[in-house]
């Protein structure tokens, strides 16, 4: 993957990634782009008309905090001029220009609301498809691991779209299933030129095979939010119009729902699509809103007051995402890595271990067994690591009691609710245990680290009230 030199600060780096144009083109198997359909899970999706021409692009852009380089124009969210209007900070990022922080609150003051109250987060520059006619879970399960066959309706599952043969992965993506065949799926706004040309390019390859038709959908122009915190279901509740047919207690994680939410003047928004979770460790949703909705649905949250919900920007995800154990595209995962090696196992379905059938399923599922029960096994493993001194950051090397090198940083921050410095890398495989003492250069000298069980902070994920 090709590697960016720039800043350290996400308030100092400089990102962009072009802009795709639609061209018209006849196929069946190409992406649309909508403005303002309605994403009913039992719409007829008709046969699309025109295709994304994808320039080729091997790999995301990445520096030290997932931005980009790039001196294209920069896109915006539905909600830009909402973030310049509450003092938002604007940062190239992922091809967009979005807010690091915000006047009211400093980084750490807002990773600390988001952690007592509730934080709102625009992710409206990732990227939106959906995926439907009869060969939509076949195709989906040939380019991921998840098990998605058995995928009950409104249920989402984290999952890797991979390479051929090698099995590396291409990106992170969350797949929800709207219906028998209609998937909803998210990807990386970094990743987005090479994904749709994965996503061409795989296409095509399945049309040849005769397995299905399948419809591809990019919903451009979408707005997509992420409600964060404890808070987060006491300030959606306030919305929904009719709260007895979306109960926010029985939705858990995981699953979503679609929903019309109470707008300022009493009037009524587009159904939105919420869905249960987000890239905290928290408790919260993350909504796909139409585009004509997105800025007042934003606002009608934001009237719950900022004592209970205020605006968070990248500066306090980053931060929070990494006290979760998430990984970051381009940095904690890339195009080499495979998710046995990313510590990502669990995304494999327990039906596609035995049948396989996806990509690099012949060297995935291989490493799953350990070499000392005659598997191929893995050379190294993501970990997490509590590291001494001063922070270690991405790129820093892993030693061992010798000095040699075992291992690197890929992501490390200090870690506001610790009070510890974090960090997150690949570790030679037998000195993944937690427990294990390393040593981290950070800034030429070696820092005592010690490998560590993730999530580093506990996710407080909505499964259900405890028993009394």
């Known amino acids: 993957m090709k590697r960016m030199r720039a800043s350290r600060s996400i308030g100092n780096a400089i990102a962009q990634q072009p802009r795709l144009t639609p061209q018209r083109f006849g196929s069946t198997l190409c992406a649309r782009t909508h403005s303002s359909e309605l994403p009913r899970a039992q719409a007829c999706l008709r046969a699309p008309t025109s295709r994304f021409q994808v320039p080729v692009a091997p790999s995301c852009h990445r520096h030290a905090s ?4 790039s ?23 992922g091809g967009f220009q979005m807010p690091v922080q915000y006047d009211s609150l400093s980084v750490l003051a807002s990773h600390h609301f988001t952690r007592s109250h509730s934080s709102l987060f625009d992710v409206g520059h990732m990227v939106q498809h959906r995926f439907s ?18 995928l009950p309706s ?21 797949i929800t299933r709207l219906g028998p065949e209609l998937f909803y799926v998210v990807t990386n706004a970094g990743c987005r030129e090479k994904d749709l ?3 061409t390019e795989e296409l095509q390859r399945f049309a040849s095979s005769g397995e299905g038709k399948v419809d591809w959908e990019v919903l451009n122009g979408w707005g997509l939010i992420a409600l964060q915190g404890p808070l987060s279901s006491e300030v959606l509740e306030r919305l929904l119009v ?9 939705l858990y994680f995981g699953q979503s729902r679609f929903a019309n939410l109470i707008l300022e003047g009493g009037k009524t928004s587009s159904p939105v699509l919420i869905s249960r979770g987000g890239y905290t460790g928290e408790d919260g949703f993350e909504i796909s809103i139409q585009p004509e909705d997105t800025v007042p649905v934003t606002e009608a949250l934001l009237a719950a007051g900022p004592e209970k919900v205020q605006l968070a920007g990248l500066g306090a995800r980053d931060s929070l995402r990494l006290e979760a154990g998430m990984c970051l595209y381009g940095h904690d995962l890339d195009d080499s890595t495979t998710p046995v090696e990313a510590a990502l196992a669990w995304v494999i379905g327990k039906d596609r271990r035995v049948e396989g059938g996806f990509h690099g399923a012949d060297k995935i599922l291989a490493q799953l067994k350990p070499q000392s029960k005659g598997g191929e096994g893995v050379r190294r493993r993501r970990v997490g690591l509590i590291v001494e001194g001063a922070p270690a950051r991405e790129g820093a090397e892993i030693v061992n009691e010798a000095d040699e090198k075992i291992g690197a940083i890929t992501s490390g921050c200090p870690s506001p609710t610790l009070g510890k410095n974090i960090a997150m890398g690949y570790i030679k495989d037998g000195m993944h245990k937690s427990g ?3 040593g981290v250069k950070v800034r030429g000298k070696k820092r005592a680290a010690t490998v560590t069980k993730m999530p580093f902070v506990a996710s407080k994920y909505w499964k259900g009230a405890a028993p009394a």
């Open 66 to 69: 997932g931005i980009s380089l």
């Open 71 to 93: 001196s294209e124009t920069l896109q915006k969210t539905p909600l830009y001029e909402l973030h310049v209007a509450h003092g938002g900070k604007m940062v190239p990022f």
């Open 133 to 150: 006619g009869p060969g939509a879970t076949t195709f989906l399960q040939s380019i991921t691991p998840a098990g998605l066959a058995s």
């Open 154 to 174: 409104h249920q989402s599952t984290l999952s890797t779209l991979l390479w051929p043969v090698t099995g590396g992965i291409v990106d992170d993506t969350i």
């Open 197 to 199: 040309k994965y996503f």
């Open 242 to 250: 009719d709260p007895g047919k979306v109960n926010l207690k029985e």
């Open 436 to 438: 294990t003492a390393v």
